[in-house]
């Protein structure tokens, strides 16, 4: 089939978006799009978009899912795909319209500017994204070749790994202590506190913190902590472990920040469109595609929606506040423009729906907070004076890595028997059972001992004990 | 800043399926798990008695995903359509339907459907046998009337063989090959075939072995078999054609069903068809007997033949059951007794198992069904007596 455009339109169209982009201010990474088919773009969404991956069976097993639902018509292909590097990488599916491509585009730029500017991505570096992820596939495939290595033994440590990949910590910008740095800062803690009334107190006894546990403080990257603490390990084996936490480490700012980059992107696709003039037919193929794109999931949340309201509201807010709040505050410093910007740059999504979604927003929206009750999903909440907060809350803590359980390694020597004990840091949710005996299968695997988790079950402590391939439970104090 | 624009290449589109080896390896994982629980799987009701090109769901465990992940009391925020949202509202299913499985009682069972046709599924299942000789089993074949095929070339042959149009194109090849010498001398000269030119046919015999299996399912149908002694003896028929079918070119099948007397009767009847009465398991033996001898003689068969019962036999026919399972046995390359008594049935009647120990053959077997999940480990100790036949053959 013949592409309804020509390369040359699309450039030129591009030229004219880029225009338009540094017309509004946006700090983009130099920008490269490829056009692909729906066969290229269907497994570049099961590699995450990297034109070099290494080889896992469970994006095949992706792949096939995703092209069963693309096959029988229930769920369509992403319009656009785009990578967070520098150069910034996008993919154009060959069979849209030209109008769908301009849209593309200029959603892409809105990406593109994000990944430059917000914090969460300032611990990647962009320019080696292609690089690593090539390196890492050239690595794996090597063992997997290895004739002393081969499939089935990567495979066995990539598939627990895939498992616990998630479990690691959240918050990149906040650089993790040394060994030395936590041994210095148990020391200080142990240190008496400051006492101004020293000389009428009895003076505070010091006692010597314990140095020998490990770890000194709870850690959170549990991949990497197994990597440096069991013994047995061949250094292909810690390899794999590094390339699968790595890999997530990468991936966690695009996860902590779905709606704010989603929205961000549609507010600038909408406004570059909007100036650029378009003929009549493409407004209106424009006007239909944008609808589409934004129109609320009833009963789900969708992000480029939810997204754009909020950075509407928060332009508007600022350009013209209420008589209200100017009273409270004072004159606005910032214009609606400069607001944006800056919240583009220091939120992720809990912070910015904390702090941006707004009482009159849950109402306008119409949100509501479901809980299954019998295999059903029933709505326990709607947006009214009561319960907007509760509301709030629930939907900050499912967005991003709140999905994931927070779980760390407490003691890697409990009951001086090098039992792995970790806990899970219990917030109302409790875990599936099933899962968890599984992934403590393989938590188990790579640790080589027995693994212990302690967590909360129908609000009763209880701990998780997987020993001789079988889970146990047994309440705990 | 200068936008870079990578077109649309076909040539590398179409070598770019990346994920080809990924899928192939998943497909494997998933024959692995559908191979560990192969006995499981066969024991499923739906499976017995279809068509061999039909797609079925088979539930598989293993290629999961696991992850840590958060269980059912998890409150979630959807955005309410056109209407509001009421409290109480029921608005969809929930993640996972029947929440209400106790935690941690039993090992965690994780559903995941696969499609596989019915032949693969067959496939697996008799790769799980592991029967390594069994493709070099010698079979009774019969030697299928001569015919010819043929088979290259050769210079000396019959007349009726000679091969015009080779002879004459090698009569062509040659006077090119002497064209130098012949401008040289006269212009027009005669230039008949010769013995090297003559090409003839060559043909060999063949002898294509046809090899034919006869499954006789004998069943009692006496009024103490009930569906469920039906069900599981019909499963075990099942795998039993099923296997012949990969093993012979031509498999027949023949029901007999008997009470106190034996009739050849249809698949249809044989299953379904409840009759009542005593047991004279020698009448089904007879049957088969003269079947045998009818239609399918041991010379140009494979005779196999499998008995289901519940074992409640009348007394006083025992000694004739014996004498015919005898004559079976001689004749035919496997022949089986299956006990079907299911657990909680109660224990009532004698065992023919016991009895039939006084039946020393190599070929014969008994086993005992007592739950489905039996099936599949008594079909391999069944076929394993046909293995240990073949080695001897060897």
Redesign the interface.
């Known amino acids: 089939m013949a592409?309804p455009y020509t390369?040359e339109e699309?450039?030129a169209w591009?030229d004219r978006i880029?225009a338009q982009v540094e017309k509004f201010g946006l700090d983009?990474y130099?920008?490269?799009?490829?056009?692909?088919?729906h066969?290229?773009m269907?497994?570049y969404t099961?590699?995450s978009g990297m034109p070099s991956h290494y080889?896992?069976?469970?994006?095949?097993?992706g792949?096939?899912k995703l092209k069963t639902l693309y096959d029988y018509g229930v769920s369509g292909l992403p319009y656009e795909m785009v990578i967070n590097s520098d150069?910034c990488i996008a993919y154009l599916m060959?069979d849209n319209s030209l109008l769908l491509q301009i849209l593309t585009m200029a959603h892409v730029y809105g990406h593109n500017d994000f990944f430059k500017n917000n914090f969460t991505f300032k611990t990647n570096r962009s320019e080696f994204t292609l690089e690593t992820f090539k390196a890492h596939a050239d690595r794996v495939r090597r063992y997997v070749e290895d004739p002393s290595i081969g499939?089935e033994k990567v495979?066995r440590i990539l598939d627990a790994a895939?498992?616990?990949?998630?479990?690691c910590r959240r918050n990149l910008a906040i650089r993790k202590e040394t060994p030395e740095e936590q041994q210095e800062r148990r020391l200080e803690e142990a240190q008496p506190s400051a006492d101004p009334f020293q000389t009428i107190h009895r003076r505070k006894e010091y006692t010597a913190p314990d140095l020998n546990r490990v770890p000194l403080y709870p850690d959170e990257d549990l991949l990497i902590f197994i990597r440096d603490h069991n013994p047995h390990f061949s250094n292909w084996e810690k390899d794999l472990l590094t390339i699968a936490h790595e890999e997530t480490q990468y991936f966690i700012p695009q996860m902590e920040t779905k709606i704010m980059n989603e929205g961000w992107a549609s507010v600038w696709h909408k406004r570059i469109l909007e100036s650029l003039d378009l003929p009549q037919g493409m407004q209106l193929e424009f006007m239909v595609r944008h609808n589409q794109v934004l129109s609320?999931?009833?009963?789900?949340?969708?992000p480029y929606?939810?997204g754009t309201k909020i950075w509407e509201d928060i332009e508007t807010r600022w350009d013209q506040p209420s008589a209200e709040k100017e009273k409270d505050h004072g004159p606005r410093k910032k214009s609606g423009k400069e607001k944006v910007f800056e919240v583009r740059e220091v939120e992720r999504d809990s912070s910015f729906l904390r702090r941006y979604l707004t009482e009159e927003l849950v109402r306008d929206?119409?949100?509501?907070?479901?809980?299954?009750?019998?295999?059903?999903?029933?709505?326990?909440?709607?947006a009214d004076t009561e319960n907007w907060r509760e509301?709030k809350e629930?939907?900050i803590r499912?967005v991003g890595m709140g999905?994931?359980?927070v779980?760390k390694i407490e003691d890697a020597d409990y009951n001086s028997n090098r039992v792995l004990f970790l806990k899970?840091y219990h917030d109302?949710?409790?875990?599936?059972?099933?899962?968890?005996?599984?992934?403590m299968q393989?938590l188990h695997q790579l640790w080589g001992r027995e693994v212990a988790l302690e967590t909360m079950?129908n609000d009763k402590k209880s701990l998780l004990w997987f020993a001789n391939d079988?889970?146990g439970?047994k309440p705990f104090h | 800043?200068?936008?870079?624009?990578?077109?649309?290449d076909f040539s590398s589109?179409q070598r770019?399926?990346?994920?080809a080896?990924?899928?192939?390896?998943?497909?494997?994982?998933v024959y692995e798990a559908i191979r560990q629980n192969i006995a499981d799987i066969i024991a499923e009701e739906s499976i017995i008695g279809k068509d061999r090109n039909r797609i079925i769901k088979v539930p598989i465990r293993g290629?999961?995903?696991?992850?840590?992940?958060?269980?059912?009391?998890?409150?979630?925020?959807?955005?309410?359509?056109s209407e509001?949202?009421?409290?109480?509202?029921?608005?969809?299913?929930?993640?996972?339907?029947?929440?209400?499985r106790r935690?941690?009682d039993q090992?965690?069972?994780?559903y995941y459907e696969t499609d596989v046709t019915l032949e693969e599924l067959i496939e697996i299942m008799f790769e799980d046998l592991q029967l390594p000789y069994l493709e070099r089993k010698h079979l009774r074949e019969i030697e299928v009337e001569q015919q010819y095929k043929r088979k290259g070339y050769r210079k000396k042959g019959i007349r009726v063989r000679l091969d015009k149009r080779r002879t004459a194109r090698s009569r062509v090849k040659r006077r090119k090959a002497t064209q130098r010498e012949e401008i040289i001398s006269f212009q027009s000269r005669r230039f008949p075939f010769h013995q090297d030119d003559l090409t003839y046919r060559h043909t060999v015999s063949d002898i294509r072995r046809e090899s034919n299996a006869v499954v006789l399912c004998v069943m009692d149908t006496s009024g103490s078999m009930d569906t469920m002694k039906k069900y599981l003896a019909r499963s075990f028929f099942f795998l039993l054609y099923q296997f012949l079918c990969t093993k012979y070119q031509n498999v027949e099948i023949v029901f007999i069903a008997h009470h106190t007397e034996a009739r050849e009767v249809t698949e249809e009847e044989f299953f379904h068809k409840g009759e009542s009465g005593g047991t004279f398991i020698s009448s089904g033996y007879d049957k088969a007997l003269e079947i045998i001898h009818q239609r399918f003689h041991p010379t140009l068969w494979n005779v196999y033949v499998f008995h289901c019962s519940d074992g409640d036999n009348f007394e006083s026919d025992n000694p004739a059951a014996l004498q015919a399972a005898k004559q079976i046995a001689e004749i035919a390359n496997l022949f089986g007794y299956g006990e079907i008594k299911p657990l909680g049935s109660g224990y009532y009647g004698n065992s023919m198992i016991q009895f039939f120990s006084q039946l020393q053959a190599d070929n014969f077997q008994t086993v005992q069904i007592q739950r489905r999940e039996d099936i599949w480990p008594s079909f391999k100790v069944f076929l394993s007596k046909d293995r240990a036949r073949e080695e001897t053959v060897l």
């Open positions: 592409a390369m699309l450039k591009n880029v983009t130099p920008q490269e799009f490829e056009i692909c088919d066969e290229q269907l497994s099961v590699y080889p896992h069976w469970s994006y095949g097993k792949y096939e150069p060959r499939l495979e895939h498992a616990l990949g998630l479990q609320p999931i009833p009963g789900g949340i969708n929606h939810l929206l119409n949100l509501f907070e479901y809980q299954s009750r019998g295999g059903e999903k029933v709505v326990s909440r709607v509301i629930t939907l499912n999905t994931v359980p779980i899970h109302g949710r409790d875990l599936q059972l099933e899962y968890a005996e599984k992934t393989y079950i079988k889970l439970i | 800043m200068e936008t870079i624009f990578r077109s649309y589109a770019s399926d990346r994920s080896g990924d899928r192939l390896r998943h497909r494997q994982k290629v999961k995903e696991y992850r840590f992940i958060y269980g059912e009391n998890v409150p979630g925020v959807g955005q309410g359509g509001e949202a009421q409290p109480g509202q029921v608005i969809g299913k929930g993640k996972e339907a029947g929440q209400d935690a941690g090992p965690g069972v994780d």
